[in-house]
């Protein structure tokens, strides 16, 4: 192998792990579809520098390459959801808002739907901020944001473990 093949493998290496890395930064947090379509560009180059490597054996087709990175891609997509339904995660909203009545409803809309918020006051760089913390579980963030109408600043931060205090009941 000469050295121009040694720098191309090297190369799709780096680009190779460093796919890897962000698709699963993608997928933590859970950017499916962005971490599915990086998950199968790493196959592929790592697929093309597989086959430069081992050469002279048999070499996959273009297909088979397409395939094999599909379902990799696929098994990226599948795998955050079954994380997302068997892990059944908690998050914390946290909500940054001006202290203004529309604020206070907005919370009191919240409690409305069955959710524990717990109202923080602090000082923003224009005044005062009403903070909203929420902790709840992952597909409960849709329904609180909702109550924003894309006002203030929203945190989502995963919360590795949760014991007592308020929380809205399973709907079966």
Known sequence: MDVLGLVLIFCARILDVSCGTVRILFL???KRIMAA??????VMVYLTALGRILGGGREMTIIQMIVYGSGFSAGNYIGSLLEERLLNAFVMVELIMEKTPETKEMIENIRNDGHGATVIY????????TIVKII???SDIP??????????????T??????????RLQRK
């Open 28 to 30: 933590v947090r859970g």
């Open 136 to 138: 709840c579980r992952r």
């Open 158 to 167: 995963d919360v590795k473990g949760c014991t007592g205090g308020y929380f």
């Open 37 to 42: 379509a990086i998950g199968f560009v790493e």
């Open 122 to 129: 602090g000082r923003g760089r224009s005044g005062i901020r």
């Open 143 to 156: 329904s609180i944001t909702a109550h924003t109408k894309n006002r203030g600043f929203i945190c989502i």
